[in-house]
């Protein structure tokens, strides 16, 4: 028997989120039984922790998006018994069971091998946020951040995804300026590597012109809705955005295809569930070589299993500030 935070529905249709103890033939019938060490707090957390947001089809269930640990068993030759893995995407804690529990049992397809150089702990402080956060960056790159000259923008900036894009694109050595809603995160920011803190009324006044004077050499945008389009009026020539999440609504303000045209702007979308193997292995090692583990670190909030519930409310009201690490077994 092992711990797992179960959330199921009354007759009424509410949902209701408690610790309980179940057996491994409660879990999935998948090819890899992982020992999960460590998950984190996600927004799609938040919504299955709260209504189900519509994420959620199959009660009673076990959330948790991401998740890291160690091989128990596996019928599948790639994966021995301990060995140390990660996962991320795949819809679990979403349409499959996930890692609020300490054991998973997934598909073998799903995991990717935990590169040389991170701890479990360490790979859920980066997580599905920083995970996708690096794909971000290696867009931005795959189209030619590297020789393009001014500040990089990143949006919703002390959250998960913002965060992490915030120190790994310091620590690379490009200028980020940082977009935040709450002053009290300035300081923060900074600790992260961003030489210029941009406040989020200054990109959320919808203008009627259809191009600003170019600013932008790239942007990681987290937020989407009408800074998008903002952001998108003041890119500079044949530079991009990836744009993940959408938090902010997916109705963009303005004459959007000035920007393409006239500035040959790239909007890049970027999601992080379904990536092919290679992909993912990629990100996950360049991870381990361009995060700067002391940054990670500064991020990281420790949570245990009780605290999930009211961590779930938290991330929705957009009060949680950088990455929550789940020790499963605390």
């Not at 460590?38 to 799609?44: A, D, E, G, W």
């Not at 349409?95 to 609020?100: E, I, T, V």
């Not at 406040?199 to 937020?223: H, I, Y």
């Amino acid at each position: 028997m092992f711990n797992a935070l179960i959330v199921d529905k009354d007759d009424e249709g509410k949902t209701h989120a408690a610790i309980k103890q179940i057996a491994d033939s409660d879990l999935p019938e998948e090819e890899v039984t992982v020992a999960v060490e460590y998950s984190t707090v996600n927004y799609k957390d938040g919504l299955c922790l709260g209504s189900g947001g519509g994420l959620v089809r199959n009660y009673p269930h076990v959330p948790g998006i991401d998740f890291a640990g160690t091989v128990e068993s596996s019928s599948d030759a790639r994966y021995k018994p301990g060995d140390k893995v990660v996962l991320t995407g795949w819809r679990v804690g979403e349409a499959h069971w996930g890692g609020y529990a300490q054991k998973a049992r997934v598909k073998a397809d799903w995991l990717v091998p935990l590169p040389d150089g991170l701890t479990t702990r360490q790979a859920m402080a980066v997580g599905t946020a920083g995970f996708t956060a690096m794909l971000c960056v290696m867009a931005l790159e795959d189209h030619g951040l590297a020789d393009k000259h001014g500040p990089v923008l990143v949006t919703g900036a002390a959250g998960g995804v913002g965060s992490v894009a915030t120190a790994i694109l310091a620590h690379l050595g490009y200028e980020v300026a940082a977009v935040t809603g709450r002053p009290e995160t300035a300081d923060y920011l900074r600790s992260l590597g961003a030489s210029q803190i941009v406040p989020r009324e200054d990109l959320t006044e919808v203008t009627r012109k259809p191009l600003e004077s170019e600013v932008w050499a790239g942007c990681v945008d987290a937020v989407g809705g009408a800074m998008l389009g903002r952001v998108l009026k003041q890119m500079k020539y044949g530079c991009s955005v990836a744009a993940v999440g959408l938090a902010g609504g997916a109705a963009i303000e303005g004459a959007l295809i000035t920007p393409f045209i006239l500035r040959s702007v790239n909007l890049l979308g970027i999601d992080s569930v379904m990536r092919p193997y290679a992909d993912r292995v990629r990100a996950w090692e360049r991870i381990a070589k361009d995060l700067p583990m002391e940054k990670l670190e500064a991020m990281v909030q420790p949570a245990t299993l009780s605290d999930l519930p009211g961590l779930g409310r938290d991330i929705l009201k957009g009060q949680v500030k950088g990455r929550v690490v789940v020790d499963v077994n605390a």
